[in-house]
Structures are given as C-alpha cells and as structure tokens.
C-alpha cells in the first residue's frame, strides 16, 4: 500500500502544482499558452486525416 499512496500523493501534488501556475498566467502568457495548445491541437488533426480512413 505504500507504493500506491505514494503515487497517488505524487499525482495530487503535480495537479496541485498545475493548478497553482495556470492561476499565476498572466494575460500575455494566457494568449501564449492557447496559440501553442491550438498549433498542437491543429497539427494533431493533420496527422489524423493523413491516416486515411479508419
């Protein structure tokens, strides 16, 4: 059990973690963030439709 706790508390803290930085963004880095995650969401959907039909 304590391998399982210890992970458990190890993913509690980097959701915590997380949480604490994106509550730090300021406006600038709030725009900075959505255009990176929005260039990896629209090079995700080019890499589907180059698969063809699935």
Do not use: Y
């Not at 993913?11 to 255009?35: G, K, P, S």
């Not at 990176?36 to 439709?49: I, Q």
Request: with cysteine.
């Amino acid at each position: 059990m304590g391998v399982i706790d210890n992970v458990t508390d190890g993913a509690n803290t980097v959701l915590h973690e997380t949480w604490v930085w994106f509550n730090r963004l300021d406006q600038a880095e709030w725009i900075a963030l959505l255009a990176v995650v929005a260039g990896l969401g629209f090079l995700c959907m080019r890499g589907f439709t180059g698969r063809g039909n699935i």
